[in-house]
C-alpha cells in the first residue's frame, strides 16, 4: 500500500515536470540521538542550509549540499550544549560547519533512494551512504532518512570521551527535508 501511494505522488510530481531546488528549513528539521551510559539522548541543529537540485523525472541526476551549524545544537539542556561545542567534542571555534555533498544518487525501488559521497565533520572527510525515502506532497516532496554516524572515526569525544562504553560510537542521523520548487 506504502509503494502504491508513494508511486502516485511521484507520478503527480512527476507531472509538475519542475526541479526541486528550495528546502523549506522552517519545515525541514535534522536531529540525532546518542546514548551515553546506555541512555538515549536526542538533539537536533537548528540551523542548516541545502543547495538541491532534484528533477522528479530522473531523480538519479539530483545534485546536493547540504551545511549544518555545528554551533546551533541542541542538547536540551545550556550544559551540554556549551560541552559539545569545545574542543573534546565538536571544537565550533576551528570547525563551525559539518557538510555533506551527494556525489551520486542511486534508487533503490519502492521509493527508496541512497546518497553516498563525502560527509566532512572538524576537517576530517569520509564516504557515507544516506539511505532516504521520497514522498510527494503538493508542488514539493519529503525527504526522509537516517543513517549512522560513528563518531570517533570523526574525532567527536576526544580525550576521555572517546570511551565508547561511556558514550556509544553509533549515533544515529535522522532527517526529515522538504523541498520544493523554487519560488
Request: positive net charge.
Amino acid at each position: 500500500m506504502r509503494t502504491a501511494v508513494f508511486a502516485l505522488g511521484l507520478m503527480a510530481l512527476t507531472a509538475h515536470a519542475a526541479d526541486l531546488t528550495q528546502v523549506v528549513t522552517e519545515k525541514s528539521q535534522i536531529g540525532f540521538v546518542s546514548k551515553q551510559m546506555g541512555v538515549s539522548v536526542d538533539g537536533s541543529f537548528r540551523k542548516f542550509d541545502a543547495q538541491v537540485s532534484v528533477d522528479p523525472a530522473k531523480p538519479e541526476a539530483a545534485k546536493a549540499r547540504f551545511e549544518v551549524d555545528i554551533a546551533s545544537i541542541d542538547c536540551g539542556s545550556q550544559e551540554a550544549d556549551s560541552e559539545v561545542k569545545g574542543k573534546s567534542w565538536f571544537n565550533t571555534a576551528l570547525f563551525p560547519k559539518a557538510t555533506f555533498v551527494a556525489s551520486r544518487i542511486r534508487s533503490l525501488g519502492g521509493g527508496r533512494y541512497e546518497a553516498s559521497g563525502p560527509l566532512s565533520i572538524k576537517g576530517i572527510s569520509r564516504d557515507t551512504v544516506v539511505p532516504f525515502i521520497v514522498r510527494a506532497e503538493g508542488s514539493g516532496a519529503w525527504f526522509e532518512g537516517n543513517f549512522v554516524l560513528p563518531r570517533t572515526q570523526f574525532k567527536i569525544g576526544e580525550g576521555a570521551w572517546s570511551d565508547t562504553g561511556t558514550v556509544a560510537d553509533e549515533v544515529l542521523v535522522k532527517f526529515k527535508l522538504f523541498v520544493s520548487q523554487k519560488k
